[in-house]
């Protein structure tokens, strides 16, 4: 009956049993939430009215960089922001930005929202203030920046009126590639997917392997829109599409594009009024080359229509960001991301041993070792070099430290994300 005979048969029907079980148990852990938190779904707060007084950003910015450290430009023109809500999106290149956050909430001691127990802040059910660890009506904090499915009246109970909110745009194509290969073994609809090419075959008949309603379908249709609390099965022609890409216009005051990262990066600085120390980079979560599909543009124009709705929230924020970067002024653009080039180079020759990233199996030091998608390795992380100046040891540490690890070094409690990583990486990976 299933191909094998007798004792091959009984044990992978054993495995079989075993991991539907292990399954549902980590389904029941990990998605847990208040029978409240589906009263939300699909609505972007509209208020500040909520938020905590603007005296809490006063007194942060006491920790913040001494103005010996800024050039007198710097000091003149504005103050360092402290108070941040970054947006992080799923597969944008957001956990290269994280750490940049982490890093400088860290040095500045700043007040993180964290969520409790696990990473993210009970994502995919809509994000409510009370997830915040410790919260308590009032409570005012300086950072909110984990992964949540966004309600912007939630978030800004939270934080004081002068939040800076920012987010990341990836092109939507190479998104769903990224999320389809991340995710699909999350995703029971597309474990019937035949062939070599998974991603090929569902592009060729989507509504056959996809359902509004399915478990974890959000990772497979307009999942930037899912991640900003909208309808994701929404038509692209439908009027709340750009009802809702205006409403996210007000709402955030600088997008970011994945495709032009350091542009972005130099935007960012100049709209927090950081220093080109704090936003020094390596990337991280980046794919193996031999992971990624590289598809034709047949299937490129198919999955843009797959994710319409997507496609015009990117085109949206795409021409405002071009809009800053022409308010910027390109030479000066050219000249900074120049100069961020030339600080990261210093820094990787400085931390990374080999200058660049490896796979998984060859970081030696678990501390870098990066989340992994279910079944697989191909996400890359660093070795970090044994005899680095000691004036260095710290920075680059942090450089090199992947979201989980951060957030544990932060003090946050991973006990459910932690379980799930040990099955997914032990039980999970040997059945698939």
Same mark, same amino acid.
């Given at each position: ?53 603007? %005296? ?66 009970? #994502? ?85 392997? #996809?359902?509004?309603?399915? #478990? ?10 899912? /991640? ?14 750009? %009802? ?8 955030? /005051? ?15 600085? /100049? ?134 690890? #951060? ?26």
């Amino acid at each position: 009956m299933c191909g094998f005979k007798g004792k091959k048969c009984a044990s992978l029907i054993r495995g079989l049993i075993l991991w539907l079980l292990l399954t549902n148990i980590m389904l029941v852990l990990y998605c847990f939430t208040n029978p409240t938190q589906g009263q939300n779904q699909g609505k972007i707060g509209s208020s500040r009215e909520d938020t905590c007084p603007l %005296s809490m950003a006063k007194l942060s910015r006491k920790n913040v960089t001494a103005p010996s450290q800024r050039t007198k430009a710097q000091s003149e023109e504005c103050s360092p922001a402290v108070n941040v809500m970054f947006m992080k999106t799923h597969k944008t290149a957001s956990s290269t930005i994280l750490n940049i956050i982490f890093r400088f909430g860290e040095k500045h001691k700043l007040k993180f929202a964290f969520p409790e127990r696990r990473n993210d802040f009970f #994502y995919p059910s809509p994000f409510l203030s009370s997830q915040v660890k410790d919260y308590r009506p009032g409570d005012c904090f300086n950072i909110v920046c984990n992964h949540m499915r966004f309600d912007r009246q939630e978030v800004a109970k939270l934080l004081p009126p002068d939040t800076l909110y920012v987010t990341i745009l990836r092109n939507p194509v190479d998104l769903f590639e990224s999320s389809f290969h991340y995710y699909h073994r999350m995703v029971p609809l597309t474990w019937r997917i035949g062939g070599e090419n998974k991603l090929v075959e569902f592009l060729d008949n989507p509504q056959t392997f #996809y359902s509004p309603e399915a #478990y974890n379908s959000f990772y497979l249709k307009n999942l930037l829109f899912f /991640d900003f609390g909208l309808d994701n099965n929404v038509e692209a022609d439908d009027p709340r599409v750009m %009802s809702s890409i205006h409403s996210l216009s007000r709402y955030f /005051d600088l997008v970011l594009i994945a495709e032009y990262f350091e542009e972005s990066l130099i935007l960012l600085k /100049d709209k927090l009024c950081w220093t080109i120390e704090d936003i020094v980079y390596f990337k991280l979560n980046a794919r193996k080359t031999s992971s990624v599909s590289q598809l034709t543009p047949e299937y490129r124009a198919k999955a843009l229509v797959w994710n319409k709705a997507d496609w015009r929230l990117y085109q949206h924020f795409n021409a405002t960001f071009w809009a800053k970067v022409e308010s910027y002024g390109r030479a000066r653009m050219t000249r900074e991301v120049n100069e961020l080039r030339r600080r990261n180079a210093e820094m990787e020759s400085i931390c990374i041993d080999g200058g660049n990233a490896v796979e998984a199996q060859k970081i030696q030091d678990r501390r870098f070792q990066p989340w992994q998608p279910v079944g697989e390795s191909s996400i890359l992380g660093y070795n970090m070099k044994d005899n680095i100046n000691p004036q260095f040891r710290t920075i680059c540490e942090r450089m090199l430290t992947p979201e989980i690890q #951060y957030l544990s070094h932060l003090g946050v409690s991973l006990w459910v994300t932690q379980l799930w990583g040990w099955l997914k990486d032990t039980v999970f990976t040997v059945f698939t």
